[in-house]
């Protein structure tokens, strides 16, 4: 988004679901060591019925929008590096524990939501990209949470960050620290999905969470920016990318049918997208919705609750990909619809 392998037998990942492990030989549950899961999803969101609403949200700036839809849960963009050092910063410039943000993230939560700070993105350095070892890391990344007082952490990897294998490997030993350090941390992986399902490079980060024990409570696929050649209905593009997943990820988990749309989300660009001709419009995001509801999908999101009002008359194209939808519509609608 902007930025402002199967294992022989058991679980291939380990899903980390409230409602159920892995399936074992026998039908029965299971993790991968045979001992209890020490990832607990959290009740506001995972462990609750229903699909909940978890929009992407500036963590340093207000918007008048964010809290359409009455979301459970908040992702805060983006912790990166400043580009050299191995110091996490709100979009690689503002300090982590910076007092405005503190203020901020506070007023998020008194309607009761929790927050779950997302790691990366499409833009500037990812903190697996320049620190030294997997400690550091982990170090950065919970310096992070414990700045926002989250117990959830995404990681939105995409463009070269999702070719380098040396940072994903370092990323994975390094959420499995974090994992053994925090009691109940949960992990979900952001990732770009195409109407055929996930690319070769997403699930080989997958597979190397997997080798390195990471409990994973949910797989967001990015459903947006599918290219030139997709010129068709974006919320139909949104189911069929969704169900080409499910099948990749239900294999990925070794789980059942309902658990792997459990350990699923879907994210939404709103209105235009980066990619020409591509509109995600209200009726496609009403469709989304009620499908993942059907499914049981663990939440919905979008890119972003700042861009969910419409552009003024004297708007470029510039500040309907930053700013406002480009769509017609009122303030908020896009929230509403998805927290439906």
Known sequence: MRAYRKAAAGCALLLAL???????????????????????????????????????????????????????????????????DCVPRWNGVQDIDDTSVASRIAKLKESGATVRVSFGGASGTELAAVCDSA????????????????????FDVEGDDLTDTDSVALRSEAIALLQEERDGLEVSFTLPVMPSGLDSDSLALLASANDHAVQVSAVNLMTMNYGESYDGDMGDYALTSAEAA????????????ADAWR?????????VNDVAGETFTLADAAEVRAFAEEKGIAWVSMWAAFRDEQCAED?????????????????GAFGTAFGA
Not at 138 to 154: C, E, I, P, S, V
Not at 246 to 257: E, P, V
Not at 263 to 271: H, I, Y
Not at 315 to 331: H, I, K
Request: net charge negative.
């Open 315 to 331: 708007a470029s194209a510039a500040d309907a990909l930053t700013t406002c939808s480009g769509v017609e519509q009122e303030d």
């Open 135 to 154: 400690s550091d890391l982990a170090n950065a990344y919970g310096a992070a949470l414990d700045a926002a007082g989250a117990t959830r952490a995404d």
């Open 263 to 271: 350990g699923t989300a879907l994210t939404s660009m709103l209105g």
């Open 246 to 257: 499910h099948t990749q990820l239900r294999g990925i988990f070794g789980t059942s049918d």
């Open 18 to 84: 409230a409602t159920a492990g892995c399936a074992g030989p026998d039908g029965g549950t299971s993790d991968t060591n045979g001992t209890e899961d020490r990832a607990t999803a959290a009740p506001s969101e995972s462990s609750t019925p229903g699909t909940a609403y978890a929009p992407y949200v500036s963590a340093t700036t207000a918007s008048a929008n964010d809290s359409a839809g009455s979301p459970a849960t908040y992702n805060l963009a983006f912790v990166i590096s400043s580009g050299d």
